[in-house]
């Protein structure tokens, strides 16, 4: 039987708009699979990216879908990111945007990292695909991915989700998955809310 974690980094609160998208979703049933879903409490959100990865190795996950909690999602997001996974692909995300301007998709068409100065150059997206296409780099508030990632990653690097110089934990393990052969989806047709807050 297959194995999921659905890991969620986050602090003591989450948004209603999250917890409903949660509920209807693993109210979602995927045949012969075993879904848990684990909350990392902590204020540093690379700790709690490695402490979820840690654990899914521990529990031998197969997958871990990520969200995170200001996330909002249909109820079918799992299941049909799994139907790419079970095509051949390694790592998949759907778009959502920035919550401030200039709100920006949260993925992107070129990375590169030069380790040792710590610094990373980028380019984005000037128009989304209609079709699911390769990026270089992508936001981890909705990702579903195979967790032998993680063993290469450490295997090569030592370490997971440390942030390099100019980019957070999740597009520097993007790019150290990607030193690994791993290669990343994105699924346009999986539309993503992200909650903001606005003082008016």
Same mark, same amino acid.
């Given at each position: 039987?297959?194995?999921?974690?659905?890991?969620? *980094?986050?602090?003591?609160?989450?948004?209603?708009?999250? $917890?409903?998208?949660?509920?209807?979703?693993?109210?979602?049933?995927?045949?012969?699979?075993?879904?848990?879903?684990?909350?990392?409490?902590?204020?540093?959100?690379?700790?709690?990216?490695?402490?979820?990865? @840690?654990?899914?190795?521990?529990?031998? $996950?197969?997958?871990?879908?990520?969200?995170?909690?200001?996330?909002?999602?249909?109820?079918? /997001?799992?299941?049909?990111?799994?139907?790419?996974?079970?095509?051949?692909? +390694?790592?998949?995300? &759907?778009?959502?945007?920035?919550?401030?301007?200039?709100?920006? *998709?949260?993925?992107?068409?070129?990375?590169?990292?030069?380790?040792? @100065?710590?610094?990373?150059?980028? /380019?984005?997206?000037?128009?989304? *695909? +209609? @079709?699911?296409?390769?990026?270089?780099?992508? &936001?981890?508030?909705?990702?579903?991915?195979?967790?032998?990632?993680?063993?290469?990653?450490?295997?090569?690097?030592?370490?997971?989700?440390?942030?390099? #110089?100019?980019?957070?934990?999740?597009?520097?393990?993007?790019?150290?998955?990607?030193?690994? &052969?791993?290669?990343?989806? $994105?699924? *346009?047709?999986?539309?993503? #809310?992200?909650? #903001?807050?606005?003082?008016?």
């Amino acid at each position: 039987m297959r194995k999921i974690l659905i890991a969620v *980094p986050c602090m003591d609160q989450l948004p209603a708009q999250f $917890a409903h998208s949660l509920a209807t979703l693993t109210s979602y049933g995927v045949e012969d699979t075993q879904i848990s879903v684990w909350f990392n409490l902590g204020s540093l959100i690379y700790t709690s990216r490695n402490e979820i990865a @840690k654990k899914a190795l521990l529990d031998e $996950a197969d997958l871990v879908m990520w969200f995170d909690s200001d996330m909002v999602f249909n109820p079918d /997001t799992l299941i049909r990111m799994l139907r790419l996974i079970d095509e051949g692909h +390694d790592m998949v995300t &759907g778009i959502y945007y920035r919550r401030t301007p200039p709100f920006t *998709p949260t993925i992107f068409k070129t990375m590169e990292i030069d380790d040792a @100065k710590q610094e990373a150059v980028w /380019t984005e997206f000037d128009e989304i *695909p +209609d @079709k699911p296409f390769e990026v270089a780099s992508c &936001g981890f508030g909705c990702v579903l991915m195979t967790s032998e990632i993680f063993v290469a990653v450490i295997g090569k690097f030592g370490n997971m989700f440390s942030p390099i #110089g100019n980019v957070g934990e999740d597009i520097a393990f993007c790019w150290r998955a990607r030193q690994c &052969g791993y290669k990343i989806l $994105a699924d *346009p047709s999986i539309s993503l #809310g992200h909650v #903001g807050h606005t003082i008016i």
